[in-house]
């Protein structure tokens, strides 16, 4: 086909024109030297860089001839390649989750797409083919355009291609002139393929990866297939490989210190084989030499080979022969400065982050990622879902109800053929990696013929893998299409109920507890099933990282921005950050619950020693040492090393050595697996799993020394002792002054709170709305009764309070003072029927944001709930009030602390209180906003300077949730019901060094 189509765009039987057949991915040189080193290919040439490059908003618009040769462009702007056309200054970028983007804008029908708003971009590159390349026949590499692309060169039409995600590659030859060369390249923004590509995700076009041209040598292998078999028991391993050439080909196998195992012809057999896995992903190095008909090497392909065995045994899923746990994550590719168009080293911080928070699983959700990424996974050992790029989510769900009066591709015969390609684009490419156990059929495109055949082509080209697809939830009918049972956002119960019920298929969440804001409440419901069914076979959490880009406020500031901060609309605004990692790659504290939940080892301790629980399948716990410490109050005093050595699957009890009986205090026993030397994910020290058991030995009682002075004026009491001075307020209803050696505490006092910041989980189910009340009564009170009743020693002031929720309520809180300045506070709340679940019950009040420097003895480091508090210990540690407000896209409840013993609140100076238990532990947020400031704000930019440090105490705060942001509550235990009574107390008293 000589002459492009404009209409190729919405003709679903185009979506390629002269491309390439898809080969996999593997790299080729001239030396075995050259093999060996790997690295930059002198065969290839990188195109990547300043393009000329021209916008038009739509089809009318575009400077149609400008691939001509005579067409001057010189004059033009340039953009970066790789890099979206949205994020360089042109168009808009558009966040929608579901909806087509052309959602209120146009009303077309696949395989329509909108004619007058599909902008293009017309980029242009000159070159002249490098002295090494030349007198070779010549190729192009485009490993990812969004979302359709013609290509001209010297004016000459090369070829076409859809797909966003897969490389399209091009032979140039016909084409290329001595000197310099013009390569045009014609990008759409919409095309039939849009219609396939209606992933969750931020909305660009352009060319976002690597674009390179390469020349191959005589005998080339453009296509290699690697095939690994083992022995039943594994002593011996078979490698097949297919490489297909009309010259000699020769193989040589050399195992990781470079010793030859194996070589010659294929297939080659060695014995006793090192297998791979996550846990230890060991890679063979096979070369592939080409030899031409003197003998000589014309070509060497180093191609890394791990032998492993991934297989349904009696219904459940097996690696190497054992039952595998996914521990998985779904990965976005994202940078917030580049889209999509991620680095090698975003995609190395990727994977280790996943590595040191025992993450073993990705799902490459929800399109083939860049091939390095692969590679990676190979490397440092993740299992891998590797997904098509297929979603057509907008066609069957429409404001969450399924509706398929147009959805594609189901039965529809027309589009067998673009959706087939997909598949074969990325089993192609993607084949030879042994870290891709699963093939995913793609994502929410409910089920059908189209896709069952996508499963079918999977199963009968590669037996070593299963596959995956959830969509058939939808439609039963469709159910062999995926080899296990796959559901999303399946609660613990549902998923408890299928696997009571003898089900034929194992189980996986492809997505489970969203992670969006602050969330994931209650994750330990899910992994607590791994020990429960051996057909729960994990899940995989939505997801990893927030997909939030840079932009500036009015003010040039950078903040991260969502959906509708571009004025980009429709939009489904900040349903676009739900990861365990914020858009510019920090960990967020939900990562804490993750890192513990994941343990591949798990240490269960007492006063006198731990069971180990390896629960690793491959490997021993030789690689770490036991560290323990044991702590009184908080502060380390006694640890020691010791050598553990527990065989895969095997526990054991190890005592250790406890000197400290019968001394007064709380105590813990933390023991902690470390690595003993520095790998390539993590450094040696580093703590792969902990375990903590706490203890008390007889605590001293507290006394209340000193005398005091009370003063009962008209409207105010005051409580005076030697070196303090406090004051009730009749009118107010509350303490309005604590005066510590003439230092005033109290900026704003203190008074019942029923409300924290609502978080996305709680809009999500519509809590904000049904417990409303709890929020006017903490804005509002009456304060109908005051009580003094003053001793020599302590004074005590009681209020009673009514709420506007409801009279048969009833609030006291009252106040007892002591001659050394502590004060006794206890909370009284007396519940009734019929009313909302209360989001928290505490007090609170405002210092002066001078008293900001916070020392916690308490579960921590990182904020915790009373659902996501597994992987906190108790500790102590330091932070500031302004620390602790963790930047979830928009702002909502956070930094929340549980088991709370004590927090210092100092100044600069030493100056300030401590905040004590009493019986019960405390649930405390310290930080400069109050619940409704938080509340009001959509980005951070809008919350107010800080003048004040709220000191927020709570007898409990309800959990956070996160079996879904859209209508899963919080489990009921951890939700404070109304009608029970609930109370609690604690001491303030002024800061001592020492503590
Ligand atoms: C799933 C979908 C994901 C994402 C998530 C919600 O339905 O597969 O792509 O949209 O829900 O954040
Ligand atoms: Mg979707």
């Given amino acids: 086909m000589n002459s492009p189509q404009v209409n190729w765009l919405h003709d679903v039987s185009v979506f390629e024109v002269n491309r390439l057949t898809a080969h996999s991915d593997h790299l080729y040189y001239k030396t075995m030297e050259e093999a060996r080193r790997g690295g930059a290919m002198n065969w290839r040439y990188s195109l990547n860089g300043s393009w000329k490059f021209h916008y038009a908003a739509n089809i009318e618009s575009r400077p149609a001839s400008f691939y001509k040769k005579e067409v001057d462009c010189s004059g033009w702007d340039t953009i970066q390649v790789p890099g979206h056309i949205q994020l360089q200054g042109y168009g808009t970028p558009q966040y929608v989750n579901t909806m087509y983007p052309w959602d209120g804008i146009s009303s077309v029908r696949p395989p329509d797409i909108p004619q007058d708003s599909n902008p293009s971009g017309s980029y242009v590159k000159t070159f002249t083919i490098p002295e090494r390349m030349k007198d070779s026949p010549l190729f192009i590499s485009f490993q990812g355009v969004e979302s359709a692309f013609y290509v001209w060169l010297n004016g000459q039409f090369v070829g076409y291609s859809e797909d966003s995600f897969t490389p399209a590659e091009f032979e140039l030859t016909p084409f290329i002139s001595d000197g310099e060369n013009k390569l045009a390249v014609e990008v759409y923004q919409r095309s039939t393929g849009s219609w396939l590509e209606d992933q969750d995700f931020w909305r660009f076009s352009g060319i976002f990866r690597d674009v390179y041209l390469y020349t191959v040598p005589e005998g080339h292998i453009w296509d290699v297939t690697v095939k690994t078999e083992l022995s039943e028991f594994f002593e011996e391993a078979v490698l097949h490989v297919e490489a297909k050439t009309e010259a000699d080909v020769y193989f040589i196998l050399e195992n990781r210190?470079?010793?030859?195992?194996?070589?010659?012809?294929?297939?080659?057999?060695?014995?006793?084989?090192?297998?791979?896995?996550?846990?230890?992903?060991?890679?063979?190095?096979?070369?592939?030499?080409?030899?031409?008909?003197?003998?000589?090497?014309?070509?060497?392909?180093?191609?890394k080979v791990g032998f492993r065995r991934f297989e349904m045994k009696n219904r459940i899923m097996h690696l190497n022969g054992k039952r595998i746990v996914f521990k998985g994550v779904n990965r976005h590719e994202f940078n917030c400065r580049r889209g999509r168009a991620i680095t090698k080293e975003d995609m190395i911080w990727d994977i280790k982050t996943m590595k040191q928070n025992n993450i073993n699983a990705v799902r490459t959700s929800h399109y083939p990622n860049q091939t390095e990424w692969y590679r990676l996974c190979d490397e440092y050992g993740l299992y891998v879902i590797d997904e098509m790029n297929l979603e057509t989510h907008g066609s069957w769900q429409k404001m969450g109800k399924v509706d398929t009066s147009w959805t594609i591709p189901r039965?529809?015969?027309?589009?067998?053929?673009i959706v087939l390609d997909r598949a074969k684009s990325m089993y192609e490419r993607d084949k030879n990696h042994p870290s891709i156990l699963i093939w995913s059929c793609g994502n929410e495109s409910h089920a059908g013929e189209v896709i069952l055949n996508v499963s079918k082509f999977f199963k009968e080209t590669d037996p070593s893998r299963l596959v995956h697809y959830e969509g058939v939830f939808h439609d039963r009918n469709y159910n062999e299409t995926s080899d296990m049972e796959s559901r999303m956002y399946a609660k613990p119960a549902d998923i408890e109920n299928y696997l009571s019920n003898n089900p034929d298929k194992p189980y996986i969440s492809c997505e489970y507890i969203h992670a969006m804001g602050n969330s994931l409440g209650g994750m330990y419901k899910y992994t607590d099933l791994e020990e429960k069914y051996p057909m729960y076979q994990g899940g995989f959490i939505w997801d990893f990282i927030d997909q939030a880009l840079v932009k500036k406020d009015r003010f040039g500031h950078e903040f991260l921005a969502y959906g509708g901060d571009f004025n980009d609309r429709p939009t489904d605004n900040n349903f676009c950050g739900n990861g365990i990692v914020t858009a510019d790659r920090t960990l967020s504290p939900k990562m804490q619950e993750v890192k513990f939940l994941y343990q591949n080892i798990k240490l269960v301790p007492d006063k006198k020693g731990v069971l180990i629980k390896n629960e690793q399948l491959f490997e021993g716990t030789a690689g770490y040492k036991l560290a323990y410490t044991i702590t009184q109050n908080g502060i380390p005093?006694?640890?020691?090393?010791?050598?553990?050595n527990i065989e895969p699957l095997e526990e054991?009890?190890?005592?250790?050595?406890?000197?400290?009986?019968?001394?007064?205090?709380?105590?813990?026993?933390?023991?902690?697996?470390?690595?003993?030397e520095n790998t390539i994910w993590a450094d040696a020290g580093h703590e792969a799993a902990f375990g903590q058991y706490i203890y008390t030995e007889t605590q001293a009682a507290r006394k209340c020394p000193g005398k005091i002075k009370?003063?009962?004026?008209?409207?105010?009491?005051?409580v005076h002792g030697s070196h303090f001075r406090a004051l009730f307020s009749k009118t107010a209803g509350t303490l309005v002054s604590l005066q510590y050696a003439g230092n005033e505490m109290i900026a704003s006092p203190p008074y019942p709170l029923f409300w924290r910041a609502m978080t996305d989980n709680d809009h999500g189910n519509q809590f904000a709305f049904k417990s409303s009340g709890w929020y006017t009564s903490s804005l509002y009170r009456k304060c109908t009764n005051v009580e003094l009743a003053a001793g020599e020693e302590t004074a005590s002031i009681s209020f009673d309070y009514l709420l506007p929720i409801s009279e048969a309520v009833g609030v006291k809180v009252t106040y007892t003072v002591c001659g050394d300045g502590s004060i006794y506070v206890k909370d009284e709340y007396k519940g009734a029927k019929q009313l909302p679940d209360l989001p928290i019950h505490a007090l609170s009040f405002k210092m002066p944001a001078d008293y900001s420097r916070l020392d916690w003895y308490a579960m921590g480091p990182e904020e915790n709930y009373e659902d996501r508090a597994k992987g906190a210990r108790l500790c102590r540690f330091q932070n500031t009030a302004p620390d602790t407000i963790f930047p979830y896209l928009v702002p909502q409840e956070s930094g929340t602390r549980t088991g709370v013993r004590f927090v210092n609140i100092t100044d600069e100076n030493n100056r300030g209180i401590t905040i004590r238990f009493i019986n019960n532990p405390l649930t405390c947020t310290i930080s400069p906003y109050t619940a409704f400031e938080l509340e009001n704000a959509a980005h951070h930019y809008e919350l107010p300077s800080a003048?004040?440090?709220?000191?927020?105490?709570?007898?409990?705060?309800?959990?956070?949730?996160?079996?879904?942001?859209?209508?899963?509550?919080?489990?009921?235990?951890?939700?404070?019901?109304?009608?029970?009574?609930?109370?609690?107390?604690?001491?303030?008293?002024?800061?001592?060094?020492g503590e």
Avoid: C
């Fill in 257 to 303: 210190d470079g010793q030859i195992v194996a070589e010659g012809a294929s297939p080659l057999t060695i014995g006793q084989p090192h297998l791979w896995s996550a846990e230890s992903p060991y890679l063979y190095q096979l070369f592939i030499q080409v030899r031409n008909s003197s003998g000589e090497i014309v070509e060497v392909i180093p191609q």
């Fill in 652 to 676: 054991a009890y190890i005592a250790l050595d406890n000197p400290f009986a019968g001394e007064a205090g709380e105590y813990a026993m933390n023991v902690s697996l470390r690595l003993k």
């Fill in 411 to 417: 039965n529809n015969p027309e589009w067998q053929e």
């Fill in 947 to 993: 003048h004040y440090t709220v000191v927020t105490v709570a007898g409990r705060q309800m959990g956070v949730g996160g079996d879904d942001s859209w209508g899963s509550p919080v489990h009921e235990e951890h939700r404070i019901q109304a009608e029970q009574d609930l109370a609690f107390e604690f001491i303030i008293q002024p800061f001592e060094q």
């Fill in 637 to 644: 005093k006694y640890m020691e090393e010791i050598e553990v």
């Fill in 710 to 718: 009370v003063v009962e004026g008209d409207v105010t009491i005051g």
